[in-house]
């Protein structure tokens, strides 16, 4: 530590900083190092570019409040960059800043966030081929996939994946010129090469790098200049085996108004899709989150966050944000109740960890059939249908793997416990009576109400 201020007082301040902005802290708070005090500023020097841009923009706040509470002074905080300065920081914390230029190449507009990494990704049945594939392509861009065209609702990690590739990437190979950028952020390069009569610049920026990853791709809908520039920009990329990168959140068809000819060459590579996380996949992504955010919840707060919202992981963050500002604001325990609170009132009856012999017996009962039935061998479909219904509720509501649930259902194997899930989820979306009798189903186990 750079002299000026001591180990405790600065301990003293990232406490404060943990406890009462539990939303902003993060795990690598620790390799932050404390410089000098001087003329009330405070000096403190983050690891590289990713951490500064996340303390510039999320942190001033919490730490000038936190720097005056351990000094008892009136102090200012500034942020700068520990590898520019010189300082010397530990080697693991060394991430390169990520940054993408603008279009005259001077100031970054988009960063990719230093969160977003392979190891802060929970990979399960939602997103399986998803996060293979986009691992495959970090390892061999230009070969493995190409191109990649990831799609899916919002808030289900797209943004993630495609940052994590240019993370991995940059790690192996530093000199790789990658441009990531949003779709709106093309477009709107592209109308400015326009108006200002340079698009010689702009096709030199875009068709000379490594690798290109563009999110929200479906913002070329019915922008038919824009298409033109991209499909030609596309086969220049792809025909010297650049990797190319594409999300949006539906399938290239599914995009209004988009070419047929870029439908046809967003089709060329692999295109993999993700879904909403199942009961066991959220639990492990409210303990990643906790643990990047170094919080600390019962089992039974997480069981009511991974019950309560199951739509996607933006939300699971939000709500893990609530019960820690609440608990922080009111100095209160983080418990069931609280949790209850700030998630939106507490429930009538109090949710619960649900078993398959519970799933069973209350499908046995509403479709009227047997237990016998639905272990048994017997495929027809008033059978198949209650057993598909069991098995889906068990992928999503309990913590036992495909292969405990397709055991428990006659032996099956745990192909056939996805085929269920995929049944059933496809049906809901299109059955609107079906679907509400699922969701009652749900409620009722939830509940532990028969």
């Not at 960063?111 to 986009?134: K, T």
């Not at 069931?336 to 609170?341: F, I, N, P, Q």
């Not at 969701?439 to 509940?447: M, N, Q, R």
């Amino acid at each position: 530590m750079i002299t000026g201020l001591s180990d405790a007082v600065w301990a003293d301040i990232l406490g404060y900083v943990r406890t009462h902005y539990s939303a902003f802290a993060r795990g690598w708070f620790s390799q932050l190092r404390a410089g000098s005090l001087k003329q009330g500023q405070l000096d403190v020097f983050a690891a590289n570019g990713a951490q500064l841009t996340y303390l510039r923009e999320h942190c001033t706040r919490p730490f000038v409040e936190a720097a005056q509470a351990a000094t008892g002074r009136l102090v200012s905080v500034e942020f700068l960059n520990g590898e520019e300065s010189g300082l010397e920081v530990p080697t693991a914390a060394l991430q390169k800043t990520r940054e993408l230029a603008s279009f005259e190449g001077e100031t970054a507009l988009l960063r990719l966030n230093g969160d977003y990494v392979f190891d802060n990704f929970v990979p399960g049945p939602c997103n399986r081929l998803a996060h293979a594939s986009c691992l495959a392509v970090s390892d061999s861009p230009g070969t493995a996939y190409n191109p990649l065209f990831i799609h899916g609702n919002v808030g289900l990690g797209k943004t993630h994946l495609l940052q994590a590739i240019c993370h991995r990437v940059l790690d192996r190979a530093p000199a790789t010129r990658i441009m990531y950028l949003s779709c709106e952020t093309f477009v709107n390069h592209f109308i400015e090469a326009v108006e200002r009569g340079i698009l010689n610049r702009f096709r030199y920026r875009y068709r000379h790098v490594d690798m290109l990853v563009i999110d929200d791709v479906q913002f070329l809908s019915g922008r038919d200049r824009t298409q033109e520039e991209f499909f030609h920009t596309f086969n220049t990329l792809y025909h010297v085996n650049k990797q190319i990168i594409l999300s949006a959140d539906c399938t290239p068809p599914e995009i209004p108004s988009l070419e047929e000819r870029l439908v046809s060459r967003f089709n060329w590579g692999l295109i993999a899709r993700v879904d909403a996380p199942c009961m066991e996949t959220r639990h492990a992504i409210i303990r990643k989150k906790m643990k990047l955010r170094q919080m600390d919840l019962p089992e039974d707060v997480i069981l009511l966050i991974a019950s309560r919202i199951d739509s996607n992981t933006r939300e699971l963050e939000g709500a893990l944000n609530r019960i820690h500002g609440m608990a922080a604001l009111e100095h209160r325990p983080i418990d069931l109740a609280l949790a209850h609170e700030a998630l939106g009132g507490q429930e009538e009856s109090p949710l619960r960890e649900v078993r398959i012999q519970d799933i069973t017996d209350l499908v046995t009962n509403r479709f009227g059939v047997k237990l016998s039935d639905l272990t048994g061998r017997r495929r027809s479909r008033s059978i198949a249908l209650p057993r598909q219904v069991c098995m889906y509720l068990a992928r999503q509501l309990t913590h036992h793997s495909l292969e405990e649930i397709g055991g428990f259902f006659g032996g099956r194997d745990h192909t056939t416990v996805l085929h269920a899930n995929k049944l059933i989820s496809n049906r809901k979306e299109t059955d609107t009576g079906f679907r509400s009798r699922l969701e009652e189903i749900e409620v009722a186990l939830t509940k532990g109400d028969r």
